[in-house]
């Protein structure tokens, strides 16, 4: 399947806008690559720079290691998929799917027989002389997968193909995507500001802002070791904790990271210790994730914060704690189980416990 290269890519548009800033990337053969990024980051501009659809400004599209930028779109291979899907409104499900194979001439009958296993394939071959407004969002879906499909592209370029729909179908018809995308093969740029989905979907993610690249990695790398501090805030729900801290290396035997009214001491066994040694006498910004933070016992010795408790936020399978910790709130999440309404309102309750003793929390900075 195609490979996309993008090399130091950048798009000014006529009225000075830096779309595009510089932006490499590589997406391998078969891979489904997620472009994340808020509203206006130029994701869109990546795409359509891919799709032949806008020229860059200066810098290389490559696919399949070939000079691409003069290439006409028809002749990429890309077939795309928008939000909404575009679908005809007046054209059946199989003239929809069809459509493509009509535009590049071919005869009725193989047409037929291409739509007819396209359909099967995506399991709409039953509905295939109904309208796309007697389809359910999945459905309607699904077509647009069709169409997309039914000329073999070699690429999939996907512009938020699902920022419409509720979120219930969403979840649902995200897990179908990737999964037919992973079972056809094809390389895959898909575009979205919704980070579940990014995270979800992706074999790796590609996060922009302003039109500059961030990070690119696997999930589980850009969500545990993000690239840039704008990387590390924007990824994750609760945000990830970004405390200031001063650094200070106690004769190889200890780092201690200073947050102002307490201190987070780590061995130098710890690998963490090592990693933040070499800035000896600097303020660094520490990462962590509420997910890596776990109440302990008053007096337990080690890596521990304390925290006063300024409210709790109940989630239904997990609360979280919003945490004062000298001057700066901190959250964290699983009290050791749900924390009723009842508790908290109830007087002897374990909230007042949490709230009136001083919270000791190992601090697994990530
Ligand atoms: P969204 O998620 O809202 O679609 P995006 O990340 O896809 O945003 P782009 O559509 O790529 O962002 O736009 C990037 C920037 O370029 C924005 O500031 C946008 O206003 C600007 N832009 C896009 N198209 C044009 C154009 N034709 N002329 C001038 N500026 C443009």
Redesign the pocket.
């Known amino acids: 399947m195609t490979t996309v290269a993008l090399k130091d890519v950048t798009k000014v548009?006529?009225?000075g806008?830096v779309?595009?800033d510089n932006v490499s990337l590589d997406v391998n053969d078969g891979e489904f690559m997620v472009l994340l990024?808020?509203?206006?980051?130029?994701?869109?501009?990546?795409l359509r720079m891919v799709a032949g659809l806008e020229d860059p400004t200066t810098g290389a599209i490559l696919l399949d290691g070939e000079l691409a930028n003069d290439l006409p779109p028809r002749d990429r291979r890309i077939a795309m998929v928008f939000q909404d899907f575009a679908l005809y409104p007046h054209m059946t499900v199989g003239e929809n799917i069809g459509f493509p194979l009509r535009l590049s001439g071919v005869d009725q009958q193989p047409r037929g027989e291409r739509v007819a296993d396209v359909a099967s394939a995506l399991g709409i071959g039953d509905v295939l002389a109904r309208k796309p407004s007697q389809l359910s969002g999945g459905q309607r879906q699904r077509v647009a997968m069709g169409r997309a499909i039914v000329r073999r592209p070699g690429l999939f370029l996907m512009d938020?193909p699902l920022s419409n729909l509720d979120s219930g179908l969403r979840a649902e018809l995200r897990a179908e995507i990737s999964g037919l995308v992973r079972e056809l093969g094809v390389s895959t740029i898909y575009?979205t500001?919704d980070q579940a989905e990014a995270l979800t979907m992706a074999d790796r993610v590609a996060i922009?802002r302003k039109?500059v690249l961030q990070d690119v990695g696997t999930p589980t790398q850009v969500y545990g070791r993000p690239a840039t501090l704008y990387v590390a805030a924007f990824l994750g729900s609760p945000r990830m904790n970004l405390l200031e801290a001063s650094v200070y290396v106690h004769l190889d035997r200890y780092v201690a990271l200073n947050l102002g009214e307490q201190a987070l001491y780590l061995p130098w066994d710890d690998i963490r210790a090592r990693a933040v040694a070499h800035y000896h006498g600097e303020r660094i910004v520490v990462g962590m994730r509420a997910e890596a933070l776990t109440p302990v016992a008053p007096g337990t010795p080690g890596d521990v914060l304390q925290g006063r408790i300024r409210y709790l936020e109940h989630h239904g399978h997990e609360s979280l704690a919003f945490l004062d910790i000298g001057a700066t709130a901190i959250l964290v999440d699983d009290l050791g189980g749900p924390v009723t309404d009842g508790e908290e309102t109830g007087g002897t309750s374990r909230l007042r416990r949490f709230g009136h003793v001083m919270q000791r929390l190992t601090g697994r900075s990530g």
């Open positions: 548009f006529p009225d806008t779309a595009v990024g808020p509203s206006g980051c130029g994701k869109s501009t990546v938020e575009v500001h922009m039109g």
